[in-house]
């Protein structure tokens, strides 16, 4: 159970943990003293009991570290909407990269941000691999290539255009992207790849924000649900699962691309 009690050293009975818990985990006694009683493991460890009581009064195990600093309870101080959205608009998918690894210091950084992420439940039951050997990643961009040529669904979209790239790159799968993040879920339900979706946006995102690049690999995906079996050549088993390629950007963008803007239903 990872909130173990409140420090009545500490506690002023504000009631703010009975009133923020999801799962209504704490109670009220006789009007002047909060308890917390989870008898059936229901706290989902999102921790907002602890972001939010003002005395720090939650005592707690097993959930990582929580942070204070300026302006946590005001992102917008932090980053603007207009720095946002532009951050946003210059957020490219690389398809060329530098040969060069990136250090494991900033791919920590990467891991970091994306576990980070929201997920249903807070359940936070995804897991990560990332593979940065160059042979390995041949060998499974060939797998990819093979699958998805020789499948009947996807072989005239990509069967071509793979081909063509094998003639610029040793795995075209993954344009020669010096890493390949993969996240998996053992979840079959459709929050599991929701949950992926997530957190591969974070690192994303969070990969641009330290000058390295990444694209999203559905193929890797695609092909591995037509036959699971690569999944042995990555060297993990899931029933979902979500790919990226990171690295440095070979490439200079002079402006963003065109994006017409779909009409809201409900908006004018
Ligand atoms: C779920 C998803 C899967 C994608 N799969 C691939 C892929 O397999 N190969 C690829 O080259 N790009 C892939 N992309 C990148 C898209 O083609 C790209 O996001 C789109 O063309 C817009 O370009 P931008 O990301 O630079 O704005 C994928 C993107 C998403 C969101």
């Excluded at 972001?51 to 603007?80: K, Q, T, W």
């Excluded at 979209?157 to 890493?179: I, T």
Aim: hydrophobic letters at 35%; charged letters at 25%; proline letters at 4%.
């Amino acid at each position: 159970m990872p909130i173990v009690e409140i420090d009545y050293e500490k506690c002023t009975f504000c009631g703010t943990c009975i009133r923020v818990c999801p799962r209504r985990l704490f109670n009220e006694i006789n009007g002047e003293k909060v308890e917390y009683g989870d008898p059936k493991s229901m706290c989902i460890r999102c921790g907002h009991c602890v972001a939010r009581c003002p005395e720090d009064a939650i005592i707690y195990e097993d959930m990582g570290e929580s942070y204070e600093f300026s302006d946590v309870n005001h992102p917008e101080r932090i980053l603007s909407y207009e720095n946002l959205f532009k951050f946003l608009q210059a957020h490219r998918s690389i398809r060329r990269y530098k040969k060069e690894k990136v250090s494991e210091e900033l791919l920590q950084k990467v891991f970091k941000a994306m576990q980070w992420a929201p997920t249903g439940r807070n359940m936070r039951s995804e897991s990560f691999i990332i593979i940065s050997d160059e042979e390995q990643l041949k060998t499974l961009s060939d797998a990819i290539q093979k699958t998805l040529t020789e499948d009947k669904s996807w072989g005239w979209l990509y069967g071509e255009r793979l081909a063509n790239l094998a003639k610029e790159f040793r795995s075209p799968v993954y344009f020669d992207a010096p890493h390949l993040i993969i996240v998996y879920s053992q979840l079959f339900t459709d929050i599991g790849i929701q949950n992926i979706a997530n957190i591969i946006t974070y690192g994303r995102l969070a990969a641009h924000s330290l000058g390295l690049g990444t694209c999203w690999n559905g193929w890797t995906q695609a092909a591995i649900e037509i036959d699971p079996k690569i999944m042995k050549l990555a060297g993990f088993r899931a029933k979902k699962l979500g790919a990226f390629t990171i690295g440095y950007p070979d490439v200079t963008f002079y402006r963003t691309p065109p994006r017409s803007f779909k009409h809201v239903k409900g908006l004018t």
